[in-house]
């Protein structure tokens, strides 16, 4: 059997008492409205989740490595792609240069 619950009802103020409010909060220096350039400011929360997007874009591969060349990374801890990454970079660096 289900139960309703029972919420207090939400009281509207009347003008005399939202005049009285607003006048309470502008009387409190560490409560003073936002400025126009404030607002403008303001961004939606969801626009700053996540990680910002990085100068150096990577690209998504899917690859197989030998065993024993992953179980060596690996054995180097955390961060263990990017430590791989670095390698390979270096070694196409190298390859380059020399022509």
Do not use: C
Not at 45 to 68: D, F, I, T, W
Not at 76 to 95: A, F
């Amino acid at each position: 059997m289900s139960t309703t619950s029972r919420r207090a009802a939400v009281v509207v103020p009347t003008a005399a008492e939202d005049r009285a409010i607003n006048a309470a909060a502008r009387s409190d220096p560490d409560a003073q409205p936002l400025t126009p350039a404030q607002l403008k400011a303001m961004v939606p929360l969801r626009a700053l989740r996540g990680r910002p997007p990085s100068n150096n874009q990577k690209v998504l591969a899917s690859v197989r490595y030998s065993r024993e060349v992953v179980d060596y990374f690996k054995s180097t801890g955390d961060g263990w792609h990017s430590r791989m990454d670095e390698v390979l970079r270096k070694h196409v660096n190298r390859r380059a240069r020399s022509g």
